[in-house]
């Protein structure tokens, strides 16, 4: 009998567990530039509450990197550390060659270690972003993000432990506004498993 309810505990576990992204895109298509960077504290709310920061840096030209850590606050289990990293390669800009649009590629991996097991997603993901010059001066840029994600949600209660991966599409839209060069706010809306609205102020810091 004890095993038909920790094998039930498992499966509960594994379809409870948090889905999809954590830490959302908080970006547009555009890059940092080579040797500037920025610092992003987020807060987002919905399915969970999430409190954390990411640090952006340009690689190259057109390469970005960023290092992502936070709580996460996800119902059913106690507030856990969470991290992630990505990067993204921008291929066009808008205003240049007559492109609209920005564009961009690359990949994000995130990883959260709950009291009843963890969490992780890993793969690529698509960018695209289009600025708007507002009268003021100021440039107020939707843009939007896909990941073609691998999630692996391993559950670990009373010693028995079980584990499940499945493909995913985790799906960011939002915008920005520039209040200066060294100061951008943003608000972004995560919808896939996890929906989330995401609070969050981009400082330049490099």
């Known amino acids: 009998m004890r095993r038909f309810v920790l094998a039930g505990l ?13 830490f959302g895109a908080l970006t547009t298509a555009n890059v940092a530039g080579q040797g500037r960077g920025s610092f992003t ?9 999430i409190f954390g920061g990411l640090f952006t840096y340009g690689l190259a030209e057109k390469w970005n990197g960023r290092v ?4 996460v606050d996800q119902d059913g289990a106690d507030a856990s550390l969470g991290f992630g990293f990505d990067a993204m390669y921008q291929f066009m800009k808008a205003g240049v060659d007559d492109n609209q649009v920005s564009l961009a590629f ?4 995130e990883y959260a270690d709950f009291d009843f097991g ?4 890993v793969g690529p993901a698509f960018h695209a ?19 073609l994600g691998v999630e692996r949600r391993s559950v670990d209660i009373a010693g028995i432990s079980a584990s499940d991966s499945d493909f995913d599409i985790s799906l960011a839209a ?15 809306l995560q919808l896939d498993d996890n929906f989330q609205i995401i609070f969050a102020v981009e400082l330049g810091v490099i």
């Open 68 to 71: 992502k850590i936070g709580i």
């Open 129 to 147: 972003s289009y600025p708007f010059v507002l009268d003021n001066g100021r440039t107020l840029e939707p843009y939007g993000r896909v990941v």
């Open 174 to 188: 939002g915008g920005t506004y520039n209040f200066s060069s060294d100061v951008t706010g943003l608000l972004e």
């Open 10 to 22: 498992l499966v509960l576990g594994l379809t409870s567990a948090a889905h999809a992204e954590f």
């Open 106 to 109: 690359g990949g994000v991996f």
């Open 41 to 49: 504290p987020f807060l987002a709310v919905g399915d969970a509450t």
């Open 118 to 121: 963890s969490y992780l997603q």
